[in-house]
């Protein structure tokens, strides 16, 4: 069963937008936090920002300097991360994550979807 399923990846020039969609399965919409990684071939996996369910509080990796923004529908059978801005650097493959039940830290996230490409030429 897929539990995490993005989409909205693609190709944009520097300075362009794009919003990446997860849908969430309904039996880890309880998740402790969603969030979303990178990772860029040749480097590790790397925190893009997370949403806390208690109180949808985010926090983003340092990178991001205010470009892209995380949020999810109420019902959090969805999450979004608008990403604007972008930057050749920021090619990856984004995928989507869930910690279930730990921490909300970025080593906590147990849950993940098969990921969407994100392209970006200069």
């Known amino acids: 069963q897929v539990q995490l399923e993005e989409s909205g990846g693609g190709s944009t020039q520097a300075g362009g937008s794009l919003r990446l969609s997860c849908q969430v399965a309904e039996d880890i919409r309880g998740s402790l936090c969603l969030g979303w990684f990178r990772q860029i071939p040749g480097k590790e996996r790397e925190g893009v920002a997370r949403i806390h369910r208690a109180d949808s509080s985010t926090s983003y990796g340092d990178f991001v300097k205010g470009r892209f923004t995380i949020s999810r529908t109420k019902d959090k059978s969805t999450v979004y991360l608008d990403m604007a801005n972008l930057k050749p650097e920021d090619t990856a493959m984004y995928y989507c994550?869930?910690?279930?039940?730990?921490?909300?830290?970025?080593?906590?996230?147990?849950?993940w979807g098969q990921g969407t490409q994100v392209t970006v030429s200069s």
């Open positions: 994550a869930a910690d279930r039940d730990a921490w909300c830290r970025w080593s906590d996230f147990d849950v």
